[in-house]
Nanobody, 123 residues
Framework: QVQLVESGGGLVQAGGSLRLSCAAS????????VAWFRQAPGKEREFVAG????????AYGDSVKERFTISRDNAKNSMYLQMNSLKAEDTAVYYC????????????????WGKGTLVTVSS
């Protein structure tokens, strides 16, 4: 079966850095656009970053641009999110997601989701 497992979440102070990982199995990882979303309590799920299966310039949500970097390693069936200059507003559950249809970067367009990993940024 398809599995996406996030790791790397935890507690970090504002201004610090954290690197999230997502390991995929049960599918052809290179055939999918990949993305990170996040959701804070009481808020809608928000697009964070994404990169298509064919490459190109990664896309970022306005709130994380120039601070976060998405990458993927198809040989390892993994994707990553490097988060720098973290702010309290970044506190959320972070989810990795895959989309076979194309890079629309909408939550409703994603085909598969991980269970999420919690990132807590203390101010």
């Amino acid at each position: 079966q398809v599995q996406l497992v996030e790791s790397g979440g935890g507690l970090v102070q504002a201004g610090g850095s954290l690197r999230l990982s997502c390991a995929a199995s049960g599918l052809t990882f290179s055939s999918y656009s990949v993305a990170w979303f996040r959701q804070a309590p009481g808020k809608e799920r928000e697009f964070v970053a994404g990169v298509s299966r064919r490459g190109g310039t990664p896309a970022y949500g306005d709130s994380v641009k120039e601070r976060f970097t998405i990458s993927r390693d198809n040989a390892k069936n993994s994707m990553y999110l490097q988060m720098n200059s973290l702010k309290a507003e970044d506190t959320a559950v972070y989810y990795c997601a895959l989309d076979r249809a194309g890079s629309t970067w909408t939550a409703s367009g994603m085909n598969y989701w991980g269970k999420g990993t919690l990132v807590t940024v203390s101010s």
